[in-house]
């Protein structure tokens, strides 16, 4: 009892020094901007396409609602009760166990893979808004060779991805308030706009309707294990889970936000966030006849080919990487994010020296991903997958769902209910106790552990 009290000080205490979300709408705007990302506008639709379509969208939805959501409000209750960074939240939620931080260490090393590969990315959506311009005014086609050329480049490539990176670590050197909330409230309603505009254009196309069905119908037929272990790991990176992103975004809550009204709503908003990007996507791509299992090259090889064949294709396709470059910047702030926080709270570092110190690493892991995809480091293979495919499949297949399995046991068992119950009561007025709490918790504690553990043993064979 006096460990768990003297716990509870410490986290006052924290929350007054740290700096914080200053409102519940700007803590949502934050989570969103997390969760919506490059996963919604190029990772969502170019698995989509190539594991067949609306079966596994569906098995997509199913792991967002049945294990993601529980999920997301356990990171946001275990970060808004210790009011810590995710490594010593989670080393200090259980008395005598600090082993627990493990959790923290593995979504602190997620986020450093992921970043490793996702700002490479990044760097060729900026570079393709640079791109669309010069061609809108020169009457050129942004084809399979100009992807080839960036993708496959070594000091072009390396530019946009340093340059991605100096934006972000700007960003969050500037704070949590001022830096990180202030960017996704802007940001958010922008892309939302951009983004309805594409599905508009999209939908309006002769045979655009193909598309939505190969989205919405199911064909059971076309999956595998791997495939549903995919959509659990894409779940998981694009609600950002397991990745320590949520628990410090919790631990910069407002006592008045209510956590599973708030966890609920971003799960709906990124879910719709997925499909509209599926809208504007794949109706295009089955207009103009061209195959949904584009790949990772489907954002860039595809997507401009189909723009230039349209009405006004040079501005929409300017819109439309605009759009990716906003999608890039909320989910790379999360994750930047998780190691600063962590370097200022234990190494007592000024903000913005840990900030440019965590943009540096990831730089320099990121120039190993980058390489690989060219023939500087292309032929160097590990577990027969180059750099960059090795950080995506060690991050979203692994360390996520191993990482959300663990926080679903710490969680659900090894916390005490009663201090779960606190946590979600916060936000209403006296008398005013939810009803759903006891559904969120036996999702917490039974169904999250369960369905995750049968995903991960499915995925890689086992049963």
């Known amino acids: 009892m006096r460990t768990e009290r003297t716990q ?3 986290g006052v205490e924290q929350a007054r020094t740290r700096d914080g979300f200053a409102s519940s709408i700007g803590a949502f705007a934050a989570t969103l901007g997390s969760a919506v990302g490059l996963g919604n506008i190029w990772k969502f639709p170019y698995l989509t396409g190539s594991n067949g379509g609306g079966a596994f969208v569906l098995v997509y939805l199913g792991s967002v609602f049945l294990v993601g959501l529980p999920i997301l409000v356990a990171e946001h209750l275990i970060g808004r009760k210790t009011r810590l960074n995710a490594i010593h939240a989670y080393g200090s939620i259980v008395p005598k166990a600090k082993y627990w931080s493990l959790i923290g260490w593995a ?12 700002t490479d990315v990044s760097g060729w959506v900026f570079a393709y808004i640079f791109k669309a311009i010069a061609v809108a005014f020169t009457g050129g086609v942004l084809n399979v060779e100009t992807f ?19 934006l972000t670590t700007t ?28 599905d508009i254009r999209a939908l309006t196309l002769p045979g655009a309707f193909a598309g939505v069905t190969y989205l919405f119908k ?10 549903i272990l995919t959509a659990l790991g894409l779940s998981f990176f694009k609600l950002s889970l397991g990745m320590g992103t949520m628990t410090t975004y919790g631990s910069y809550m407002p006592e008045s936000t209510k956590i599973v009204p708030n966890a609920t709503r ?17 109706p295009a791509v089955f207009a103009f006849g061209e195959s949904p299992a584009g790949g990772p090259g489907l954002l860039f090889n595809i997507m401009p080919l189909i723009f230039s064949k349209m009405p006004l294709g040079s501005l929409f396709t300017v819109i439309f990487f605009i759009l990716s470059a906003i999608a890039t910047m909320g989910a790379m702030l999360s994750l930047v994010e998780v190691p600063v926080s962590w370097m200022v709270e234990k190494g ?11 943009g540096a690493m990831m730089f320099a892991l990121g120039i190993l991903a980058t390489l690989s995809q060219g023939a500087t480091l292309g032929n160097v ?35 005490k209910k009663q201090a779960i119950v606190n946590e979600l009561e916060k936000g209403y007025g006296d008398g005013k106790k939810p009803g759903y709490i006891q559904l969120v918790y036996i999702f917490i504690k039974y169904v999250s552990p369960v369905v995750i553990f049968v995903i991960i043993l499915n995925g890689f064979g086992i049963v």
């Open 266 to 282: 971003v799960a709906l908003a990124d879910t719709v966030v997925s499909l509209l990007a599926g809208l504007a996507i794949f």
């Open 148 to 166: 080839a050329s960036l993708a496959g480049g070594t000091w072009e490539p390396l530019l946009w991805q340093f340059l991605v990176l100096c």
């Open 8 to 10: 509870q000080t410490r």
């Open 348 to 358: 007592k570092m000024k903000r913005p020296v840990a900030a440019y110190l965590t």
């Open 107 to 118: 979504g602190f090393l997620s986020a450093i893979f992921i970043m490793a590969f996702y």
């Open 171 to 198: 960003i969050i050197a500037s704070g949590v308030s001022r830096g990180i909330e202030r960017v996704t409230k802007t940001l958010m309603p922008i892309l939302l706009v951009l983004l309805i505009l594409c």
């Open 218 to 227: 199911p064909d059971f037929s076309k999956l595998t294990g791997g495939a």
């Open 381 to 415: 293979k590990i577990i027969g997958k180059n750099f960059f495919d090795l950080f995506d499949f060690l991050s979203s297949n692994v360390l996520l769902p191993i990482g959300g399995f663990a926080i679903a046991i710490l969680t659900g068992w090894l916390l």
